[in-house]
């Protein structure tokens, strides 16, 4: 070991050994706690960055920014509370009259004030439109399918099969909103078939269910695979993720969104 610069060489030389042995003992020490200073200092700033990185300035997902500061309260308004006077108002577009399915006239019979009979028009009357979705009832088609014993020949001929009639016992009307529920809704199995059953008057088992996922998964890959494409031929496409869980797994779902 060098004698340290705080000594002169003859103070140092002068020195008693035994103090020479603390002095060093103490100069490692001491190097010791400055490099784990150093270290936990090193891990302040990593954690410090860590906790500043937010969904805007790295690719976390905004459901992990912290929570935001609360804002002080502004004083209460005197306005009250709804739609100012002058504002426009926003209210549901009208369909077409030549697009409903049924027009319901209602006209007074006689005047309020004096009864007479009252008969005419309004140029401009005041409509109403009500939605409403007709009661839900499965059509059932059954196929009776014959074969006959040819009289001439004895040779047996069944009847051909329809084109576009499936072979199993529902329809792709059936199919459809099953894979829209658990694919694009989310929505488990066991729900979906409750909903089918209560809602549409359709039962079926939940094991059925699976494979209609796959049959819709293959039948959309063309269109999907077209799509995918002309993202990727886009200048611009604007990106997004979310997290979620797999089972017992963290998953991350991104999305890319053009103008199209």
């Given at each position: 070991?060098?004698?340290?610069?705080?000594?002169?060489?003859?103070?140092?030389?002068?020195?008693?050994?035994?103090?020479?042995?603390?002095?060093?003992?103490?100069?490692?020490?001491?190097?010791?706690?400055?490099?784990?200073?150093?270290?936990?200092?090193?891990?302040?700033?990593?954690?410090?960055?860590?906790?500043n990185?937010?969904?805007r300035?790295?690719?976390?997902?905004?459901?992990?920014?912290?929570?935001?500061?609360?804002?002080?309260?502004?004083?209460?308004?005197?306005?009250?509370?709804?739609?100012?006077?002058?504002?426009?108002?926003?209210?549901?577009?009208?369909?077409?009259?030549?697009?409903?399915?049924?027009?319901?006239?209602?006209?007074?019979?006689?005047?309020?004030?004096?009864?007479?009979p009252?008969?005419?028009?309004?140029?401009?009357?005041?409509?109403?439109?009500?939605?409403?979705?007709?009661?839900?009832?499965?059509?059932?088609?059954?196929?009776?399918?014959?074969?006959?014993?040819?009289?001439?020949?004895?040779?047996?001929t069944?009847?051909?099969?329809?084109?576009?009639?499936?072979?199993?016992?529902?329809?792709?009307?059936?199919?459809?909103?099953?894979?829209?529920?658990?694919?694009?809704?989310?929505?488990?199995?066991?729900?979906?078939?409750?909903?089918?059953?209560?809602?549409?008057?359709?039962?079926?088992?939940?094991?059925?269910?699976?494979?209609?996922?796959?049959?819709?998964?293959?039948?959309?890959?063309?269109?999907?695979?077209?799509?995918?494409?002309?993202v990727?031929?886009?200048?611009?496409?604007?990106?997004?993720?979310?997290?979620?869980?797999?089972?017992?797994?963290?998953?991350w779902?991104?999305?890319?969104?053009?103008?199209?």
């Amino acid at each position: 070991m060098e004698t340290p610069p705080a000594f002169p060489h003859e103070v140092w030389e002068r020195t008693p050994s035994e103090a020479q042995a603390y002095i060093r003992a103490l100069e490692a020490r001491v190097e010791a706690l400055e490099a784990m200073v150093q270290a936990l200092q090193e891990h302040n700033r990593a954690l410090q960055e860590q906790l500043n990185q937010t969904s805007r300035n790295s690719s976390r997902p905004p459901s992990s920014d912290p929570p935001q500061p609360v804002r002080p309260r502004r004083p209460r308004s005197k306005r009250r509370r709804g739609g100012q006077p002058g504002h426009p108002g926003h209210t549901r577009t009208l369909i077409p009259v030549e697009e409903v399915d049924e027009v319901v006239v209602l006209k007074p019979e006689q005047c309020t004030h004096c009864q007479a009979p009252l008969s005419g028009d309004d140029p401009k009357p005041w409509r109403h439109q009500v939605i409403e979705l007709p009661p839900i009832k499965p059509v059932v088609t059954e196929y009776q399918w014959h074969q006959l014993v040819c009289a001439a020949c004895g040779e047996v001929t069944r009847a051909p099969w329809p084109t576009g009639v499936p072979s199993g016992p529902y329809g792709p009307r059936v199919q459809a909103p099953v894979a829209l529920y658990t694919g694009a809704y989310r929505s488990a199995k066991r729900p979906t078939q409750q909903m089918m059953d209560e809602v549409c008057g359709v039962p079926m088992s939940v094991g059925t269910i699976g494979p209609w996922e796959q049959a819709t998964t293959a039948a959309v890959a063309a269109p999907v695979e077209e799509a995918r494409r002309y993202v990727h031929e886009q200048a611009v496409a604007h990106l997004d993720e979310t997290s979620g869980r797999q089972g017992d797994k963290r998953a991350w779902l991104w999305v890319a969104v053009t103008s199209w």
